[in-house]
């Protein structure tokens, strides 16, 4: 079984300030790890993706996150926030093999208010 | 390209009645799953669906259902609703394939359903 932690629930930052949200997992088997942002009363849009390659991943909108298998962590980071990214967070996490290409297991959420 | 549509955006219905909901995947995508997300909560993974067969189910009672058609829309039913089966249910399509690309979900809207 897998899991998924997010360490904080609520995260307040200034606006132009840095910002990490963290997250680890547990998981018996190798995995890919997603970060999703869901806006009040929307969906979940798809913010960033850990499939094979380079463990540093990026977003166009100026987040990153890294891989970290030895510490089994995705912390999702940006340089400096705007209001705009006001919304919570969820890490996610699905078995990087066999059938199962929809099940994610996701994290409680972080939600992020960046203040003026 | 239109996203992943679902309907109704909003239901209210009463305990012990029957719910449908509706998803169309992305153009393209033969896969659908389904999650549950109650307020303050991460999405909990429900069931997911290739090519018209199950592919996984989450940890929910046989009172949940779901069937995928030709055109790889699929529908949730839920029957004798229990107050606790509130929240915002969301659906995800993905290609569904093998291969990295497979694992990438892109959610709709949701559909919000109370209980009362």
């Known amino acids: 079984a897998q899991s998924v932690t997010q360490l904080d629930s609520q995260v307040p930052v200034f606006e132009e300030a840095p910002v990490e949200l963290r997250c680890n997992y547990s998981s018996s088997v190798s995995v890919y790890l997603f970060w999703y942002v869901q806006y009040p009363n929307q969906g979940l849009q798809l913010l960033l993706k850990y499939l094979s390659g380079s463990t540093l991943v990026e977003s166009i909108n100026g987040f990153e996150a890294e891989f970290n298998k030895s510490q089994t962590s995705f912390h999702l980071r940006k340089p400096s926030v705007h209001i705009s990214d006001t919304a919570e967070y969820f890490c996610a996490v699905s078995d990087a093999g066999g059938t199962s290409y929809g099940k994610l297991t996701f994290g409680q959420g972080t939600i992020l208010t960046v203040h003026p | 390209d239109a996203g992943v549509t679902q309907s109704p955006t909003h239901l209210i219905k009463t305990r012990g009645q029957h719910v449908t909901l509706r998803c169309s995947p992305i153009s393209g995508h033969k896969s659908v799953s389904w999650y549950q997300q109650v307020l303050g909560q991460g999405p909990q993974f429900i069931f997911q669906y290739y090519e018209k067969e199950e592919r996984g189910r989450g940890n929910f009672p046989d009172r949940f259902s779901a069937r995928q058609f030709p055109n790889y829309s699929s529908e949730l039913n839920v029957n004798a609703l229990l107050l606790g089966d509130s929240a915002l249910y969301l659906c995800?399509?993905?290609?569904?394939?093998?291969?990295?690309?497979?694992?990438?979900?892109?959610f709709g809207p949701g559909t919000r359903l109370t209980v009362t």
């Open positions: 995800a399509s993905g290609r569904g394939t093998s291969g990295t690309l497979g694992y990438e979900q892109y």
